[in-house]
């Protein structure tokens, strides 16, 4: 399974981005996906993820209430809706995929490249 990561740039506190994570492979929906983000001189941290059928889906308390992720399984593709963006969000978001419903960065399988995300005035 690859992944591509894409949708990041530089926004203003308060502004609003969508991620996009594409995948290959017709076994997307088998996977559920996940989003994490690292901040420089941080631990990567578990940001949302949502399970394969796309009925469950976790957050982390930090970004509830203003991201939203979601999944069309016929485009093989994850999204991550990024709402009232605050500096605090800025870090590197990496797409990734696992076999089961989790947060546990070491189970996930396969991760994209990262996409930067700036919040900043």
């Known amino acids: 399974v690859q992944l591509q ?3 990041g740039g530089l926004v203003q506190p308060g502004g609003s981005l969508r991620l996009s994570c594409a995948t290959s492979g017709r076994t997307f929906s088998m996977y559920t996906m996940g989003w994490f983000r690292q901040a420089p001189g941080k631990e990567r941290e578990g940001v ?3 399970s394969s059928s796309g009925t469950r889906t976790y957050y ?6 203003r ?3 979601s999944r069309d399984n016929a485009k093989n593709t994850v999204y991550l809706q990024m709402n009232s963006l605050k500096p605090d969000d800025t870090a590197v978001y ?14 996930y399988a396969y991760w994209g490249q ?3 995300v700036t919040v900043s005035s």
């Open 5 to 7: 990561a894409s949708g």
């Open 48 to 50: 949302s993820c949502i």
């Open 60 to 65: 982390t308390d930090s970004v509830k209430g």
């Open 67 to 69: 991201f939203t992720i």
């Open 94 to 107: 990496y797409c990734a995929a696992a076999s089961s419903f989790t947060m546990t960065a070491g189970q």
């Open 114 to 116: 990262g996409t930067q």
